[in-house]
């Protein structure tokens, strides 16, 4: 579980509503019609740009903002280092009995073509074709997070010339103005709200998975290079402790 996206979203509903309640006014921002222009108006748009199975399929990506489970990348370090010490001692087919204890399928589907004898070109060529296509489905559910952004504020302003227009139509009754006017703007309110507390923050919190994925996926692919290549566990280590953050990338003999 996601800490902070949900200390980040229950802050910000607090910050924005506890003001609105304490003045009185909840009545006055619990606007069915805005709602549906805004949230309805986006969610219309982005079935115009993506198509119907993958607005569907969100629901399952928005899980990684809120049920994300961190990998330790310095253990897929450790685990390339063993893996190597059994593959220069004993010969890389005896690899193959680790295999079932790597949960990683990225790592097991490298090292079973390492086992197997394919050439490290092949290897790298199906790796990063899958890491493609990996990272391509996971930049779709930013991109439409990121639409919502975009879109629910423009529909928030299209919600308050349509209030507006309608307000103009009855300039009659003087007293009805103020009335009308803050129905008006209520939908820009709304379009600023989803956007910048839910949309655009999810789908900064879904790059940024992808972005971490990304890095531990291209350090899986050297160090599956590394073994079938026969590198001395020393060498492998000091190669895969570039992709660690400064702060982790203390010795991994200190650690045995």
Do not use: C
Request: charged share 20%; net charge neutral; glycine share 8%.
């Amino acid at each position: 579980m996601d800490l902070a996206t949900i200390l980040g979203i229950i802050s910000g509903l607090f910050l924005v509503w506890s003001p609105i309640v304490s003045g009185g006014n909840l009545e006055t921002f619990i606007h069915l019609p805005s709602i549906m222009i805004v949230f309805g108006g986006a969610t219309a748009a982005t079935l115009v740009n993506f198509t119907l199975r993958e607005v569907l399929g969100v629901l399952g990506v928005v899980r990684k903002a809120f049920a994300w489970q961190k990998t330790d990348d310095k253990e897929v370090v450790i685990k390339f280092i063993r893996l190597s010490q059994v593959a220069r001692k004993e010969g890389i087919l005896a690899i193959d009995r680790e295999l079932l204890s790597i949960k990683d399928n990225f790592m097991r589907i490298g090292l079973e073509l390492a086992v197997d004898g394919t050439e490290p070109e092949t290897i790298r060529e199906v790796l990063e074709t899958e890491l493609t296509y990996l990272m391509a489905r996971h930049t779709r559910g930013q991109q439409i997070f990121l639409s919502l952004g975009t879109y629910a504020p423009a529909f928030g302003l299209l919600g308050t010339l349509i209030g507006l227009i309608a307000m103009l139509k009855n300039l009659d009754d003087p007293s009805n103005i103020g009335e009308g006017m803050a129905t008006a703007l209520i939908t820009t309110f709304y379009g600023s709200f989803l956007a910048n507390l839910i949309f655009l923050p999810i789908g900064g919190k879904l790059k940024n998975r992808t972005n971490e994925e990304l890095i531990r996926k291209q350090m899986i692919i050297e160090g599956v290079l590394a073994i079938q290549n026969g590198e001395h566990p020393n060498t492998i280590e000091k190669k895969l402790m570039n992709y660690l953050p400064p702060k982790n990338r203390s010795p991994i003999t200190k650690l045995k």
